[in-house]
């Protein structure tokens, strides 16, 4: 996932750098003109004063059971933390067993139209032929196997993100 960062300048009394209609320059509390040059920021602040600020997006929770929070808030108070949140969750998978969470896999294609009784798909497969890479196949229906299906991070290495998936159920494979 690529992050744009965005630059604002921003002088010591916590103002920010605004710029009118007309270019004017004008100092408020609200957050002023944001940037995505650094460079061109860094010429505001050197003209007119002040110093870049990054704005960063924040970071998305993770979700954790009832059981995981308890460690980690646990870990907050502990002087070696990573230790602590690693000897827990480890030392309860290796005493009471685990799974390893099935990555989600999808049938790849593109609808080519066609009357609706004889809808024409185009569907992405693995290539038997050109190891690692993919063919495309007409027919009038997706089919479900495993050759035809592929997780997220081969959608987006293939570059198949503008087809449409379907997400392949238990039951189909």
Excluded at 106 to 134: D, M
Aim: overall charge negative.
């Amino acid at each position: 996932m690529s992050e744009e960062k965005l630059y604002a300048v921003k002088n010591d009394e916590g103002e920010f750098l605004s710029f009118s209609d007309d270019g004017d320059s004008v100092w408020d509390k609200a957050v002023g003109n944001f940037e995505t040059d650094k460079q061109k920021a860094r010429s505001w602040a050197h003209h007119r004063g002040g110093h870049i600020v990054m704005f960063v997006e924040e970071p998305e929770k993770v979700v954790l059971t009832k059981e995981q929070a308890e460690i980690v808030e646990k870990a907050r108070v502990s002087d070696f933390p990573a230790s602590y949140i690693s000897s827990r969750l480890l030392m309860n998978a290796y005493v009471n067993g685990y799974t390893v969470a099935k990555e989600k896999k999808y049938l790849v294609y593109k609808e080519l139209g066609g009357k609706q009784k004889n809808k024409l798909f185009a569907q992405a497969y693995r290539s038997s032929i050109y190891p690692g890479t993919i063919s495309w196949i007409l027919t009038n229906e997706v089919k479900s196997g495993s050759w035809a299906q592929f997780t997220e991070s081969e959608i987006e290495h293939y570059g198949l993100q503008d087809c449409e998936k379907e997400e392949v159920t238990d039951d189909d494979d």
